[in-house]
DNA sequence: GAAAGCTTGTGAATGCGTGCACAATCGCCC
DNA sequence: GGGCGATTGTGCACGCATTCACAAGCTTTC
């Protein structure tokens, strides 16, 4: 909407909150104008990449001076809807759930926690902060209370699928799911996953091919003793 | 090193993760063979891609059948170095710091976490689980008795450098870091980010521009009104 | 033992993202 | 008021990733 209308690249929009993030610092240290070289040394991206993502949102640089940090800042922040301090919704409070729910990070970057679900009739009613955790079929409820709630999902894997499709049918569009299940949901909703064992398995790989001479893997082209560690989801972060 | 010589791309390394933990569904159902297509509705990626994912490991599919399940799992564990059980170090015990602690997902999946470390003294020496946080500069002594550390990172974002220093300078090549904080370490040290607060705003995005009615943003063409909702780094998740 | 039916592995085409390089444009200074 | 240094915005070329399409190859059936 106004003046951006191209439509806006993936890679670019996983950006912009880098930007709006470094231009927040920036702001705090009354720097006035900032330019996409020095942006791009603070969120660790090549400079001409900077200027061509801030090309999609607008023309709103200043040649040979760089970008006003405060209106660059109130544009990113209006294309991401941060304006709008929308309410979310977590469902599944174990480990992961308790500390998104404390997460100051979450209301002090235009995100509301609006409730706390949980189908464990022993944690409802519990208080986090000021907020009580309620039955998760209320659901429905709440989301009609609110305007566009965002849902996150940090339940076990198998109770995943489940969650998402209450989601959908009390209207959610997105979702954020921290389960490692693949959700499938209607073309219309978005779901971003978050997968704390896949990123240590990312790294893993790293660290096995670089040369370090760390212990060959164990059973080497005999697959015989396959490696078998039990995969109990139950006493995870989620429960 | 073995079959696979060719490099494997990035795109893939990301997918294997998730092949890996289909595999193992199967094979908990006792399914003995696979197609890349029923892999491919499982983890949700295309079948084609799914294929050429596994050739870069290898050619462990068999024409017409499929692939072995059992040989499969243990093929990708082995690219992957799950074969190692890699100790993991946690820096920062606050809320997603104690989240992480008690994921039963990382031992699950070949990690083991070795200790729990902060700077903070009134938390030192309390208990998690079997595990006593330490001293975070403790990290060196800790990573000389054990092979090939992975770091993980939940301090809140101004620490984040402070630590990252520490643990290249302790020898660690692997870094998972769940802070704001954008790191600058060495070309041979891999980092991987995860911002829970980043992948809400890409949500906020395509809600934004998903063509629901709801209310505009504030302040459209003015920016005066400057959102400045505080941002308080310190009482979060990760204190 | 030949034919039919699957399923893999991969060549080739396409699309997306990245980064270089440079013209266009601005502010400043003399 | 003109020239100079700085910085943006973008055309273009390159490389990586995705997807299609199909030959190669295995199993089963008759």
Redesign the interface.
């Known amino acids: 909407m106004?003046r951006g209308n191209r439509r806006i690249p993936d890679a670019t929009?996983?950006r912009?909150?880098?930007y709006?993030?470094g231009l927040?610092e920036l702001?705090?240290s009354k720097r006035t104008t900032v330019s996409s070289e020095a942006l791009a040394d603070?969120?660790?991206v090549n400079a001409a990449k900077v200027r061509k993502d801030l090309s999609y949102i607008g023309t709103y640089g200043t040649r040979g001076v760089g970008y006003d940090v405060?209106?660059l800042?109130?544009?990113i922040?209006?294309?991401?809807?941060?304006?709008?301090n929308?309410p979310?919704v977590i469902v599944g409070i174990?480990?992961?759930g308790?500390?998104?729910a404390?997460?100051?990070?979450?209301?002090?970057?235009?995100?509301r926690i609006a409730a706390l679900l949980d189908a464990d009739p022993t944690k409802v009613d519990q208080q986090f902060g000021d907020l009580a955790v309620r039955p998760t079929l209320d659901l429905a409820g709440i989301v009609a209370e609110h305007?566009?709630v965002?849902g996150v999902i940090s339940t076990p894997g198998g109770a995943a699928q489940e969650v998402a499709d209450l989601m959908v049918a009390s209207g959610i569009?997105?979702?954020?799911n921290f389960s490692?299940a693949?959700l499938?949901v209607p073309d219309?909703v978005?779901v971003?996953r978050?997968?704390?064992?896949?990123?240590?398995?990312?790294?893993?790989?790293?660290?096995?091919?670089?040369g370090?001479a760390?212990?060959e893997?164990?059973?080497?082209?005999d697959?015989a003793s396959?490696?078998?560690?039990?995969?109990?989801?139950?006493?995870?972060?989620y429960s």
Do not use: C, K
């Open positions: 106004s929009v996983a912009l909150p880098l709006h993030r927040l702001l705090r603070m969120t660790g405060e209106n800042l109130h544009q922040g209006r294309e991401l809807g941060l304006t709008q929308w979310v174990g480990n992961l308790r500390a998104l404390s997460y100051g990070g979450f209301s002090a970057r235009g995100f305007d566009s965002i569009t997105s979702i954020l490692p693949v499938s219309d978005t971003r978050v997968d704390l064992a896949l990123e240590l398995q990312i790294l893993s790989f790293h660290q096995q091919h670089r370090n760390a212990a893997p164990i059973g080497d082209g697959h396959l490696l078998l560690v039990e995969h109990n989801e139950s006493d995870s972060v």
